[in-house]
Nanobody, 120 residues
Framework: EVQLVESGGGLVQTGGSLRLSCAASGFTLDDYAIGWFRQAPGKEREGISCINMRDGNTYYADSVNGRFTVFSANANNTVYLQMNSLLPEDTAVYFC?????????????WGQGTQVTVSS
């Protein structure tokens, strides 16, 4: 069974940091693209980052560029999202998703999400 499980969310003050994990089971990440998304209450889901596991290329939305970093640890089949300089507007449920085509555009598998709350 293909499964993605996010963890690492929590409550942090403005300017703080969190590291989210996206652990995959039932498949290996090597040929996938893994995207990170977030959805705040009353807002649409926003794609914020993606890593192409084939070539290591990474992509970031303007809203997080320079503050967030996506990277992988192939040994444990996990992708991470390091979030620094957090702002209250980063408060959202964060999801990871897997694109089996490796394009950072067609996500067939989704995790259940982890809550990130940034206090002012």
């Amino acid at each position: 069974e293909v499964q993605l499980v996010e963890s690492g969310g929590g409550l942090v003050q403005t300017g703080g940091s969190l590291r989210l994990s996206c652990a995959a089971s039932g498949f290996t990440l090597d040929d996938y693209a893994i995207g990170w998304f977030r959805q705040a209450p009353g807002k649409e889901r926003e794609g914020i980052s993606c890593i192409n596991m084939r070539d290591g290329n990474t992509y970031y939305a303007d809203s997080v560029n320079g503050r967030f970093t996506v990277f992988s640890a192939n040994a444990n089949n996990t992708v991470y999202l390091q979030m620094n300089s957090l702002l209250p507007e980063d408060t959202a449920v964060y999801f990871c998703a897997a694109d089996p085509w490796g394009w950072c555009s067609r996500y067939d598998y989704w995790g259940q999400g982890t809550q990130v709350t940034v206090s002012s």
